[in-house]
Structure formats: C-alpha cells, structure tokens
C-alpha cells in the first residue's frame, strides 16, 4: 500500500469521524428538545422557545423558568459530566468496566448525604407521602456529598502516586473504598430514626428537579473544563494506552498525568452528584457507545461521550416524566432500565464477544 493510498484513507476516516460526531450531536440536540417539552403541565417545544424569546405568556414564564430550564441545563450539565467522568476513567485506567462507581465516587457522595441527613438532622418527612420529604438544609448536604466523595477518590489517587500502583490495583483500591463508604452508610442508618433513613434514601433517587438554575450553571462550568482539559491532553492520553513505557519514552510523565486525568473526572462526577443525587450507568455506557462510533481517538471521543451522556440522561428523564401521567419517577432508576438492555446489545455486537478495550 503506496503512501497515497494510506493518505487518502485516514482523510476518509477523519471525515467520516466528523460526520458522525456532528449526527451525535444532533441527536443530542433532539433528546434535549424532547426533554424541554416533557412534563405534566402539557406544555410543548414551541412554548419553551416562546419564553427563551420573551413572547410566552406569565403562566409559561413561571413554568419554564422555574421548572422546566433548571432541569433542562441539569440534564446537559449531568449528561456530559459523569460520561466525560467515565470516557477518562476508561481511558486511563485502560477499562472498560471503569466508571464513576467503580472508583466509589457514587458511594462516597452517599455516605456525606447521609451523614449530613441523620448527624446533622439536614432532612425530614412532613408527611407519609414521598412528597412529603424534604431538605431543612440543602447545601449542607450538597457540601457533604461532595466532601465526601472528593476525599474518597484522592485518598485512591494519593496511594496511587506513592505506592505507584497499576490501572488494576487502582481499580481494585476504589471498589475497596466504595465498600467501605457503603458500610459506613449502612451503619448511620441503621441507629438514625425512621424519619432520618427516608430522607436519606429519598436523596439517594436521582433528581434532575432538585438543582436550581445556579446549581446547574456550576455543573455546566465543570463539565466544560473537563472536556476541554481531555481534548488539551488527548493525544498523552491516547500515547498512554499504548502503556506507561512507551509514554515514559516520548517525554510523558504517566503519574501526573494519570493523577490530574482522574482527579478531573473524579470531581465533575462528585459536583454532579452531589446536586443531583445518584444516577447510574450514564458514566459506563455513554462512553462505550461513543466508542463504538468514533474509536479510540480521545479528541473526538471526549466530545461524542458527551453528547451521548446528554442523549442518553435527556431522553431518560423524558421518559420519567411521561410514563406514568402528573408522576416523575427517579430519573436513575430509568437510566438503569434504559443502559442495561443498551450495555448488552454493545456487549453482543462487540468484537469476540466482549467489550471494546479502552486501551
């Protein structure tokens, strides 16, 4: 094969690499569409862009503006947070079972929202509906969720930098600190009123509902430096997959670069988290699926996990507010029975019947 040949090959393939990156983002450009016209008040798509242009009426404003766009930003913010969280991960730690939970992120923000909740007493139920359930102090057990989960991941990543673990002992650390905040967990509740356990459990529903506009806007910044901290380091990092000595000899200092990589994803998932509660599989499957379409080449896998993450978390909470009428069901509960069946169909169609190596 001439170099011409082999030229006009990798064009092609970046073309088509652009293509396909732009068709992601229009899907995820509908789903968000789809998700602003969701909700029990049956207001449409063309009532959100009536208010955004300030010709829609001072119902729809009210509506809009204080429900419908805070949760709207969220699930952008979130969706292209925790995949570009588990699209890093994967990445660095050469796993494509790496995700925000698998490092006991998740597990970490659990453990400070229920410390908050029952040492605190930052949550009460008012009534003997769900609805009932609510926050007397919110932002302390936002502080605490993140706090926590922020603390877990860098005592993983201070170890790994000292005992220069390897991406499986890293892997194996976080599963180990996940279990530990999961313990924790379970002893809080189990001497916390009754009371105290159902706030705690009730936070633990992911909510897109529950961030306010500023809250959103905050996990839209972080998720926006971390993309654009991946594309930065995109070509170490896709060097690094290659292995840590041929990284080391093109001038490439792995553990720094393996400690910001992880400490980045770590705390956008954490912020996220932290607002929204626990929401699942978004981290593990929007990357496997952007994978699927664009390859290993971090600079246009970063983006397109994005946009799969928003797809993906958008269309989810769509669907929780619309299958069971003037009802929202827990938008992670849906994100689950929407990524499993996906997880197994990438698993089945993947090559020699296993997952797509992030390495």
Same mark, same amino acid.
């Given at each position: &094969?001439?170099?011409?040949?082999? /030229?006009?090959?990798?064009?092609?393939?970046?073309?088509?690499?652009?293509?396909?990156?732009?068709? /992601?983002?229009?899907?995820?450009?509908?789903?968000?569409?789809?998700?602003?016209?969701?909700?029990?008040?049956?207001?449409?798509?063309?009532?959100?862009? $009536?208010?955004?242009?300030?010709?829609?009426?001072? *119902?729809? !404003?009210?509506?809009?503006?204080?429900?419908?766009?805070?949760?709207?930003?969220? #699930?952008?913010?979130?969706?292209?947070?925790?995949?570009?969280?588990?699209?890093?991960?994967? !990445?660095? /730690?050469?796993?494509?079972?790496?995700?925000?939970?698998?490092?006991?992120?998740?597990?970490?923000?659990?453990?400070?929202?229920? #410390?908050?909740?029952?040492?605190?007493?930052? +949550?009460?139920?008012?009534?003997?509906?769900?609805?009932?359930?609510?926050?007397?102090?919110?932002?302390?057990?936002?502080?605490?969720?993140?706090?926590?989960?922020?603390?877990?991941?860098?005592? %993983?990543?201070?170890?790994?930098?000292?005992?220069?673990?390897? *991406?499986?002992?890293?892997?194996?650390?976080?599963?180990?600190?996940?279990?530990?905040?999961?313990?924790?967990?379970? /002893?809080?509740?189990?001497?916390?009123?009754?009371?105290?356990?159902?706030?705690?459990?009730?936070?633990?529903?992911?909510?897109?509902?529950?961030?306010?506009?500023?809250?959103?806007?905050?996990?839209?910044?972080?998720?926006?430096?971390? %993309? %654009?901290?991946?594309?930065?380091? *995109?070509?170490?990092?896709?060097?690094?997959?290659?292995?840590?000595?041929?990284?080391?000899?093109?001038?490439?200092?792995?553990? =720094?670069? $393996?400690?910001?990589? =992880?400490?980045?994803?770590?705390?956008?998932? #954490?912020?996220?988290? *932290?607002?929204?509660?626990?929401?699942?599989?978004?981290?593990? %499957?929007?990357?496997?699926?952007?994978?699927?379409?664009? +390859?290993?080449? &971090?600079?246009? =896998?970063?983006?397109?996990?994005?946009?799969?993450?928003?797809?993906?978390?958008?269309?989810?909470?769509? #669907?929780?507010?619309?299958?069971?009428?003037?009802?929202?069901?827990?938008?992670?509960?849906?994100?689950?029975?929407?990524?499993?069946?996906?997880?197994?169909?990438?698993?089945?169609?993947? !090559? !020699?019947?296993?997952?797509?190596?992030?390495?």
């Amino acid at each position: &094969m001439d170099k011409n040949t082999v /030229l006009y090959k990798n064009k092609t393939a970046k073309r088509k690499q652009r293509y396909l990156l732009l068709l /992601l983002a229009a899907f995820s450009a509908v789903s968000v569409c789809v998700c602003a016209a969701s909700g029990a008040s049956n207001l449409g798509i063309n009532a959100f862009f $009536r208010v955004l242009t300030g010709t829609g009426s001072e *119902s729809e !404003k009210l509506i809009i503006m204080n429900i419908r766009l805070p949760r709207v930003l969220s #699930a952008v913010a979130a969706g292209a947070g925790l995949s570009l969280s588990g699209c890093i991960m994967q !990445k660095v /730690l050469g796993n494509p079972m790496a995700s925000p939970s698998t490092l006991g992120v998740s597990n970490g923000a659990v453990f400070g929202a229920n #410390a908050a909740i029952i040492l605190f007493d930052a +949550g009460t139920v008012g009534g003997a509906v769900k609805a009932a359930v609510t926050f007397s102090n919110p932002y302390i057990v936002t502080m605490c969720a993140f706090l926590s989960a922020f603390s877990g991941i860098l005592v %993983i990543l201070l170890l790994s930098v000292k005992k220069r673990f390897s *991406s499986e002992t890293v892997v194996l650390c976080g599963v180990a600190i996940g279990s530990f905040f999961s313990a924790g967990t379970t /002893l809080l509740q189990y001497f916390s009123a009754d009371t105290q356990v159902s706030s705690a459990v009730f936070w633990s529903f992911g909510d897109l509902g529950r961030a306010s506009a500023k809250e959103a806007a905050v996990m839209l910044a972080a998720a926006a430096a971390v %993309i %654009i901290f991946a594309i930065i380091v *995109s070509r170490d990092l896709d060097i690094l997959s290659s292995g840590d000595e041929t990284a080391a000899s093109l001038g490439i200092n792995t553990a =720094l670069l $393996r400690f910001f990589s =992880l400490l980045s994803a770590s705390v956008v998932c #954490a912020i996220c988290v *932290s607002f929204l509660g626990i929401i699942g599989f978004v981290g593990l %499957i929007a990357p496997q699926a952007a994978r699927k379409f664009l +390859g290993e080449e &971090m600079s246009v =896998l970063a983006p397109g996990s994005a946009f799969c993450g928003i797809t993906l978390l958008a269309l989810s909470d769509a #669907a929780a507010r619309s299958i069971i009428p003037g009802v929202s069901l827990p938008v992670g509960a849906v994100t689950s029975v929407i990524g499993g069946p996906v997880f197994l169909y990438i698993l089945l169609r993947s !090559k !020699k019947g296993g997952l797509s190596r992030a390495a």
